[in-house]
């Protein structure tokens, strides 16, 4: 276990091999956040994983009983093409639907889709292999999920032609 300190964290990941950094966020929030480099996706693109502690919940009664929210965030490294979003949102609810995960997320103001989970942590800290099995999580969403994302996202397919691909898929030849 880990304590609740993004500094601490931080140094651990760096010591498990990332390449990571305490940030300040943004300049309104000026909330700190680890920003992780995951390395390169199929295509040569960075990947950049973001984790937070979530502000804004109930003080409990006692310290005992004080839960921590820990954000794992990884925005996809492509953009939402105008008209595509519709589409892209069907599909995104649907993996949603489908995974047992679900963290698929867009923002349409921002023109991105992300993995997005928010980890409930033990009273007594923060759990290391949790921090490990979300951060591969993401990446297994992305691996498994990214090239519909994009060619939805880039208008280049109709969702409609997805569902197709997938029920023309023999499960017998993967």
Known sequence: MLPFDLKKICRWLA???F??????EDLVTHEDQIMLNAG?????RNLF????FLE???KPENEEEKRYLLQFFLPFPIKIE???QSELARYLMMMNKTIEFPCLGMCEFN??????????CAAKGVNTEAILTNLAMALLVWDLFGDNIEELA?????FSQILKEAADTNLDDI
């Open 15 to 17: 010591n498990e091999g």
């Open 19 to 24: 390449d990571c950094d305490v940030i300040k």
């Open 40 to 44: 390169n996706d199929d295509h040569g």
């Open 49 to 52: 994983f973001y984790l937070k």
């Open 56 to 58: 804004g919940q109930e």
């Open 82 to 84: 105008e008209g595509s």
């Open 111 to 120: 023109k991105i889709v992300f993995f997005r989970y928010v980890y409930l």
């Open 154 to 158: 880039s208008n280049h397919k109709k």
